[in-house]
């Protein structure tokens, strides 16, 4: 009997591992998807706009518009800018939620109370002055096309994002800040950098060519650890600002 006992026992824990391994796969592949689909849309908008990136977000207008939808309650997933470009996958927002940041893991942003994104943009280096909070320090920077793209293999355009502020859970973000942040004519490292690796210590990234891959933490460094944000490279080239020597 209690050998019996032992076996089940042991069985039922590899059951148990196996469901919450396939589990994360899945949610690991519905998240690449996701980010699949919005680096698609992102060049169908720019098809139509000349090459040009989409905006990060116009915070002038109330409600705010952003990449992704308006800042209102209920949250207007329709009034994103690719909202046009992904269907009835851009009506509900499922599309711009990582299935691995379910809401209540986070604080949520702004006046929605369901849920926006926590998926970042690259707006930082492809639309400077339509990135709210930044715009006024980085506007005279150009906005970008994706014919002046010189490494779109490497360039970070949309992924896994949180941002850590203050005590307690971390709030959701459509921002991918770069590691350095610039201002008065210099860089100074950014501390709330939003890269956030969620899946197992893995982040999903969607790069300017349209491939999706995993970056693993342990290729990037961890500046808050409790919400497991960061950032990859050792400076801001080649992945969020390649040009910033530049500036």
Not at 107 to 120: D, I, N
Not at 147 to 156: D, E, G, K, T, Y
Not at 189 to 208: D, E, I, P, Q, Y
């Amino acid at each position: 009997m209690l050998v019996v006992i032992g076996i089940t026992s042991a069985l039922g824990a590899l059951m148990i591992t196996a469901v919450s391994r396939g589990r994360s796969m899945a949610r690991d592949v519905v998240c690449v998807n996701n980010l699949r689909q919005l680096g698609i849309a992102t060049k169908l908008y720019a098809n139509a706009w000349d090459g040009h990136f989409p905006p990060l977000g116009y915070w002038k207008e109330h409600p705010s518009r952003y990449w992704w939808g308006r800042n209102s309650n209920p949250t207007d997933y329709e009034s994103g800018f690719l909202a046009p470009y992904l269907g009835t996958a851009g009506k509900d927002g499922d599309v711009y939620q990582c299935p691995a940041q379910p809401l209540g893991t986070y604080r949520q942003e702004g006046a929605a109370k369901t849920p926006t994104t926590t998926y970042g943009y690259n707006g930082y280096f492809l639309c400077p002055e339509a990135t709210p909070g930044y715009a006024d320090r980085i506007k005279q920077r150009p906005w970008q096309t994706f014919q002046s793209i010189q490494n779109p293999s490497q360039l970070f355009m949309y992924a896994d994002a949180l941002l850590p502020w203050g005590k307690g859970k971390a709030t959701n973000t459509s921002f991918l800040d770069p590691p350095f942040l610039f201002n008065r004519g210099g860089w100074s490292r950014n501390r709330t950098t939003t890269l956030c690796f969620r899946h197992s210590g893995k982040a999903n990234v969607c790069f300017a060519d349209g491939h999706v891959e995993p970056i693993s933490s342990s290729a990037g460094t961890i500046v808050s650890p409790e919400p497991q944000t960061g950032y990859v490279g050792e400076n801001n080239a080649p992945h969020y600002v390649p040009d910033w020597e530049e500036w």
